[in-house]
């Protein structure tokens, strides 16, 4: 059966700080890994891995894909409130002709001021 | 743009009582999916449909019915809702089955 495991389950830190989100996967084969952001509502697309894109960079947040290993981190460096989510990791087993993702559970960051 | 849009937000239901969820998107996308969340669940898939007429069943559709007579509409139903079935109910959209999911912002659903 595919499975995500995403760690910690929940953390707090202090605005400033720079923290480290991760999710393991099991799945029959790989396509792809999303990593989204979730507030009070929709989650909200931040990266999509592949194996020709195992790095991605956006501002103060940035991803890596480790396919030998079977992990991808999460990095937000300079956390402010607003980075103050559930984030959701993603996987897409390709195991039909279309994107059919297999979600974690999730962590849950509080940035305190 | 809109994106993905979700009516209504929040509803409450008696056991046994029916319902439709809409989902509207206004960016052409072909792909379209509803997921439910549960608390320690994770976002699972009930049904979704790979273009304007299609419909397939994903991992957990028991209970649950979807029509897409339209491109940009994605309807949920709820035949006769149990209390099994009190989740958020999120619908998403990609253009392509490679593409990432654009997520509405959710309907919760408390059946009693």
């Known amino acids: 059966e595919d499975k995500v495991v995403q760690s910690p389950l929940s953390l707090v830190v202090h605005e400033g700080d720079t923290v480290t989100l991760n999710c393991s996967y099991e799945?029959?084969?790989?396509?792809?890994l999303l990593w989204y952001k979730q507030e009070k509502k929709a989650p909200t697309f931040l990266f999509m891995l592949?194996?020709?894109?195992i790095e991605k960079k956006s501002g103060r947040l940035s991803s890596i894909l480790d396919k030998k290993e079977l992990f991808s981190i999460l990095n937000i460096t300079a956390t402010q409130t607003g980075d103050s989510a559930v984030y959701l990791c993603?996987?897409?087993?390709?195991?039909?002709?279309?994107?059919?993702?297999?979600f974690g559970t999730g962590t849950r960051l509080l940035v305190s001021p | 743009n809109a994106g993905v849009t979700q009516t209504p937000k929040f509803r409450v239901l008696k056991t046994g009582q029916s319902m439709t969820l809409l989902c509207a998107q206004d960016?052409?996308?072909?792909?379209m999916y509803w997921y439910r969340q549960d608390p320690g669940m994770g976002l699972r898939l009930i049904h979704y449909?790979?273009?304007?007429?299609?419909?397939a069943k994903g991992e957990v559709p028991d209970g649950y019915n979807v029509s897409r007579l339209k491109k940009q509409n994605f309807l949920l139903g709820l035949e006769s809702a149990a209390p099994s079935q009190t989740s958020v109910y999120f619908c998403?959209?990609?253009?392509?089955?490679?593409?990432?999911?654009?997520f509405g912002p959710g309907t919760r659903l408390t059946v009693l």
């Open positions: 799945v029959t084969n790989f396509r792809s």
């Open positions: 960016m052409n996308h072909e792909y």
């Open positions: 592949t194996s020709s894109g």
């Open positions: 998403a959209s990609s253009y392509s089955g490679y593409n990432e999911q654009f």
């Open positions: 449909s790979v273009g304007e007429g299609t419909t």
């Open positions: 993603a996987v897409d087993p390709m195991n039909t002709g279309f994107q059919k993702l297999v």
